[in-house]
C-alpha cells in the first residue's frame, strides 16, 4: 500500500496537463511549482482547476484504494501518497507543496475535518487572495480540527502531513514576513 500510494501520489497532474495542451514546461513558469496555483499562472484556468482536482482525487483514491484492498491500511496509503505528490521520483524528488492532495487525503480518511480543510482553504483564499497562506492555514486545520472530532488516531499523522507543507511553503512564509508574497489574480514583480 506505501509503494501504491506513492506512485499514485507521484503522478504530477500539472506537468503533464501544462504539456498535453501546449501551455510549456510548468517547472519553468511562475515559482516553477508544479501545482494547480502555478497552473494558473499559464494563464489556463482550465487546467489550473483540473490540476487541482486530479491532485486531490490522488489523495483520496489512494486512501480509499488501500482501505477497500486492505482494511486500515488507508492512512498509511495516503500518507505515502503525500509523499509521492511532494517528493515524486519522476521528478528528481522537486515536486508539489501538497495542499490540494493533503486535503483529498483529509476528505477519505474523515469527511468531517476534509469539510473543515476545504472552508478554512476556500474562505481564506476568497477573503485574502494569498494562495499559499490560505494552504497553510487549511493543512493545520486538519491535525486541530480531527483532534476536536475525536479522531485522535488521525491527529499525528495529520499533524506531520501539515509539517511538511509548512517546511514546503517556507519561501512564501519568508515572503508574507516581508510583505511581498504574490496575491491570486496579480502578475508576481
Known amino acids: 500500500m506505501i509503494v501504491l500510494g506513492y506512485l499514485l501520489g507521484s503522478i504530477p497532474f500539472g506537468v503533464l496537463l501544462t504539456r498535453w495542451f501546449g501551455a510549456g514546461d510548468l517547472r519553468s513558469i ?93 474562505g481564506l483564499l476568497g477573503a485574502l487572495r494569498i494562495s499559499s497562506l490560505a494552504g497553510m492555514a487549511a493543512a493545520v486545520s486538519a491535525p486541530v480540527s480531527a483532534a476536536f472530532w475525536g479522531r485522535i488516531d488521525l491527529v499525528l499523522l495529520l499533524l506531520g502531513l501539515a509539517l511538511i507543507v509548512l517546511w514546503k511553503h517556507r519561501d512564501n512564509i519568508d515572503r508574507l514576513l516581508s510583505g511581498t508574497e504574490p496575491r491570486i489574480g496579480k502578475k508576481r514583480g
Do not use: E, Q
Open 30 to 122: 511562475g515559482s516553477g511549482n508544479i501545482g494547480a496555483t502555478n497552473v494558473l499562472r499559464t494563464g489556463r484556468k482550465g487546467l489550473a482547476a483540473a490540476t487541482l482536482l486530479l491532485d486531490l482525487g490522488k489523495g483520496a483514491a489512494a486512501v480509499l484504494l488501500a482501505d477497500a484492498l486492505f482494511p486500515g491500511t488507508g492512512p498509511i496509503a495516503g500518507m505515502a501518497a503525500f509523499l509521492g505528490h511532494c517528493y515524486p521520483v519522476w521528478l528528481k524528488f522537486r515536486g508539489g507543496k501538497g495542499v490540494a492532495t493533503l486535503m483529498g487525503i483529509v476528505v477519505a480518511l474523515h469527511w468531517p475535518s476534509g469539510l473543515v480543510y476545504a472552508a478554512v482553504w476556500l
